[in-house]
C-alpha cells in the first residue's frame, strides 16, 4: 500500500474540513448582487474587523482582489511600484496592464521588501512626459521570496515613504495571517499603515474559495462595482462564505504548526551538500531549495515517485509549502526521499 500523497505544491492544496462541508450544506444564502446573502455579509463584517479596516468585499480570489484594488486606486496611464517578484506583476497574467492601464515600476529587494530610499528613489517627477506614481503594492507575506515577513514597523516605514509623494499603498496579504503568526501580532496591525489590503481564505487558512479586500467604505463601494465589472458578481455566495468563516477564526490557530514543520524541512533539507537552502530566511511556511547540482525536474520525479509532490519556482529552484492537509510524517517522507536522490545521476534539462 502505498503512503499517503504529501503535497508540498502550494497550500491551496487543502481541502474543506468537515466542519466547513457541514456549514456550507446549512448556510443562509441570499443573492450577493443584490446584497441579500447574510452570510457574506457576516464574512465581510468580520473581516473588516480581523483586518482593521472599515470595511471588506469577497471576492473569489486572491488575484482578482488584488486586480480590483489596483483598478480603484489607479487610472490608466498611472504608474504602480512593487518589488519584482511581487505576486500582481509575476503571478496575475497581465492584468495591470489589461485590467487597468496602468504599468509597473518594479524595485529589487533580495527579501522582497524595498526600503524607503528605494521606494523614494522609484517615484516619478511631477512632469507630464512621466506617468504619475500612484500606487505602492506591498506583499506580506512575500511567496517569491520565500515566505519573507515584514513587521508593522517595517511596513509603516515603507507606506510612510510613499505617503510622502502622496501615493496610497495596497497590501497582497494572501499570507497575511502567517505573518501576524509569525511575528505575534495581529493582521491589522501589519495594514495599519496601508490604505487596502487582501487576504487570502483559502490557502493556508483552509477554505475551499475566496479572498476579501478591505479598506474605506468609499473605497469598498466602488471596488463592488469593479467586481462586477470583472464578472466577480456573487450570488447564493454563502455557501462558499460559510466556510471563509471558519478559515478565517479558526484557520490561523494552525499555522504555527506549518511554521516549525517548515523550518524542521528547510533544516534538513540544507544539510544536503547539493541543496542550498537559507535557512534563517524560512519565516514562515515557505520552503526554497536551490539545487547546486543535479536536475530540478529529475528531484521533482524522483519525489513523486515516493508520493511527495514540490513545485519548480525558477531554473534551479524547488518551492515546498506547509499546510494544515500536509500529513504528520510528510516532511520526514521528503526528507528521505531528497536523501536518497543522487544529482550526479540526474540529466539537467533545465541549464
Known amino acids: 500500500m502505498s503512503a499517503p500523497l504529501a503535497d508540498f505544491r502550494s497550500d491551496t492544496m487543502t481541502a474543506p474540513t468537515p466542519a466547513?462541508?457541514?456549514?456550507?450544506a446549512n448556510a443562509e444564502v441570499g443573492d450577493d448582487v443584490w446584497g441579500e446573502d447574510p452570510t457574506v455579509k457576516r464574512l465581510e463584517e468580520d473581516g473588516a474587523k480581523v483586518l482593521g479596516k472599515p470595511a471588506a468585499l469577497f471576492l473569489p480570489s486572491g488575484t482578482m482582489a488584488n486586480q480590483v484594488a489596483i483598478h480603484v486606486h489607479c487610472r490608466p496611464?498611472?504608474?504602480?511600484?512593487?518589488?519584482?517578484?511581487?505576486?500582481?506583476?509575476?503571478?496575475?497574467?497581465?492584468?495591470?496592464?489589461?485590467?487597468?492601464?496602468?504599468?509597473?515600476?518594479?524595485?529589487?529587494?533580495a527579501d522582497g521588501f524595498p526600503t524607503p530610499a528605494q521606494i523614494e528613489g522609484a517615484v516619478r517627477a511631477y512632469d507630464p512626459h512621466f506617468p504619475r506614481s500612484r500606487l505602492l503594492v506591498l506583499e506580506n507575506t512575500h511567496n517569491m521570496a520565500g515566505g519573507r515577513v515584514a513587521s508593522?514597523?517595517?511596513?509603516?516605514?515603507?507606506?510612510a515613504a510613499a505617503r510622502r509623494h502622496n501615493m496610497l499603498v495596497h497590501v497582497d496579504g494572501a499570507r497575511l495571517c502567517n505573518a501576524a503568526v509569525a511575528l505575534g501580532c495581529s493582521p491589522g496591525d501589519l495594514t495599519a499603515a496601508a490604505d487596502t489590503t487582501t487576504l487570502c481564505l483559502s490557502k493556508g487558512l483552509g477554505a475551499?474559495?475566496?479572498?476579501?479586500?478591505?479598506?474605506?467604505?468609499?473605497?469598498?463601494?466602488e471596488a463592488r462595482r469593479a467586481r462586477k465589472a470583472f464578472g466577480g458578481g456573487l450570488r447564493q455566495a454563502g455557501v462558499l462564505a460559510a466556510a471563509g468563516l471558519i478559515a478565517l477564526h479558526e484557520g490561523p490557530t494552525l499555522l504555527a504548526k506549518d511554521h516549525a514543520r517548515a523550518r524542521q524541512l528547510a533544516e534538513g533539507?540544507?544539510?544536503?551538500?547539493?541543496?542550498?537552502?537559507?535557512?534563517?530566511?524560512?519565516?514562515?511556511?515557505?520552503?526554497?531549495?536551490?539545487?547546486?547540482?543535479?536536475?530540478?525536474?529529475?528531484?521533482?520525479?524522483?519525489?513523486r515517485a515516493a508520493s511527495v509532490l514540490a513545485a519548480k519556482a525558477g531554473p534551479k529552484r524547488i518551492r515546498f509549502v506547509l499546510h494544515r492537509d500536509v500529513p504528520d510524517d510528510a516532511v520526514p517522507r521528503c526528507l528521505a526521499a531528497c536523501r536518497s536522490f543522487d544529482?550526479?545521476?540526474s540529466t539537467s534539462s533545465s541549464s
Open 20 to 24: 466547513m462541508r457541514q456549514a456550507m
Open 77 to 109: 496611464g498611472d504608474e504602480l511600484i512593487c518589488e519584482e517578484r511581487s505576486h500582481v506583476f509575476y503571478y496575475e497574467g497581465g492584468g495591470i496592464a489589461r485590467l487597468s492601464g496602468t504599468q509597473v515600476r518594479t524595485l529589487v529587494a
Open 152 to 159: 508593522a514597523a517595517r511596513m509603516g516605514e515603507m507606506a
Open 208 to 221: 475551499p474559495v475566496g479572498s476579501l479586500l478591505a479598506g474605506p467604505v468609499d473605497f469598498v463601494a
Open 269 to 303: 533539507l540544507a544539510a544536503l551538500p547539493w541543496l542550498q537552502v537559507e535557512v534563517a530566511a524560512t519565516e514562515s511556511n515557505i520552503v526554497m531549495a536551490d539545487c547546486r547540482s543535479g536536475d530540478p525536474v529529475a528531484l521533482l520525479a524522483h519525489l
Open 343 to 345: 544529482p550526479a545521476t
